[in-house]
């Protein structure tokens, strides 16, 4: 007999994409699945989308609540899951036919399993690959939370597991025993998979990589992002707040020399940047610059780069330090894809 796999969607306002993910799901080759769409108190048409595929598939099941934010949607949904494993999709991504069976067929008898992925932006599609097949035992956890985001050892980006919440299958007792430190983050809004990720290698005792693609597609390109539409003090105020939990979770363990705090806010950041690329609205920018200019946390994450890539990154150091108009801004964006 399969067992039953427990297949969480939180949902907040996603009328745009929520059929897509639906109907992903219910094309998988793995058929035992419980999906849990928890309806985080949507004021668009979700609520309509979510009945109308519950009457049509008799696996899924719908929990309504008050918005509470992502985390306490992630919390609700992984209380009630009653399948052996859970696997995670956002209202706002798709994944491939086989997504859940990927997992499955490789689990054996892992904490979690995690695996490579799509990045769908527009109409772009790029894999995002794990840098190898690996079994990690739990003297490894360390060393992989002290790389989770940069990898010091090769001065770039960590592709080890990943520290997405989507890309992998987990144990249900797991998630569930870990529910006490989750529910610290309720607040935060940004971050919140690298801290999910971080408390996940607190608890497992195993784990498995395969740089294998589990077809999850992921969605940079969404509009509705809380990512995009964020005015600029409020995306650094959750950024720091991301970061301060982030601190506190790191305390609370007893790390020492560990610096992937201040990554994490150095790329919650980023997007506000990304976000400029093509804007003429130059106040906007010199609010940001004003603001980032005396960032202690951010300036700390920037030299601390600086040293951890070799130099590769002292030109955008440099111009981020003396940026005076958008058309230095808008060089220094170009000098920075060609690094």
């Known amino acids: ?160 597991i990943l520290n997405s919440r989507w890309n992998k299958m987990y144990k249900t007792d797991l998630l569930k025993s870990m529910i006490k430190d989750y529910e610290k983050c309720k607040g935060i809004s940004f971050g919140e998979d690298t801290l999910f990720t971080y408390i996940l290698l607190n608890y497992a005792q195993n784990g498995k990589a395969i740089n294998k693609n589990c077809e999850y597609y992921y969605n940079i390109g969404n509009q509705n992002s809380m990512m995009t539409n964020e005015s600029i003090n409020a995306h650094i105020k959750k950024s ?22 201040i990554v994490m806010y150095y790329y919650l950041i980023e997007p506000l940047f990304q976000r400029m690329e093509y804007s003429t609205n130059v106040k906007q920018f010199k609010i940001l610059y004003k603001y980032l200019k005396s960032d202690k946390i951010y300036n700390k994450a920037l030299q601390y780069l600086c040293n951890k890539t070799n130099g590769k990154r002292k030109i955008v150091f440099w111009a981020r330090k003396n940026i005076k108009c958008a058309y230095i801004y808008k060089l220094m964006l170009r000098i920075k894809n060609f690094l």
């Open 240 to 261: 720091k707040e991301a970061y301060l939990m982030f601190n506190e979770l790191i305390q609370i363990n007893k790390e020492e020399n560990y610096y992937q705090s």
């Open 1 to 160: 007999m399969e067992e039953i796999v427990s297949l969480i969607i939180p949902i907040y306002n996603q009328e745009l994409y929520l059929k897509k993910s639906l109907e992903s799901i219910l094309n998988q080759t793995y058929k035992s699945l419980e999906i849990i769409c928890v309806n985080d108190g949507s004021t668009d048409k979700s609520d309509e989308i979510i009945n109308y595929y519950m009457n049509k598939d008799r696996r899924i099941v719908c929990i309504n609540k008050k918005n509470g934010g992502l985390v306490d949607a992630l919390i609700v949904g992984i209380k009630n899951a009653k399948g052996k494993y859970i696997c995670f999709l956002d209202s706002d991504d798709y994944v491939g036919n086989k997504f859940v069976e990927t997992f499955i067929s490789n689990i054996e008898n892992y904490d979690f399993i995690a695996a490579s992925h799509y990045l769908k932006k527009d109409e772009q599609i790029f894999i995002n690959s794990l840098s190898e097949n690996k079994v990690y035992k739990k003297n490894d956890f360390e060393t992989l939370k002290y790389n989770l985001i940069f990898d010091e050892t090769k001065h770039e980006l960590a592709c080890n």
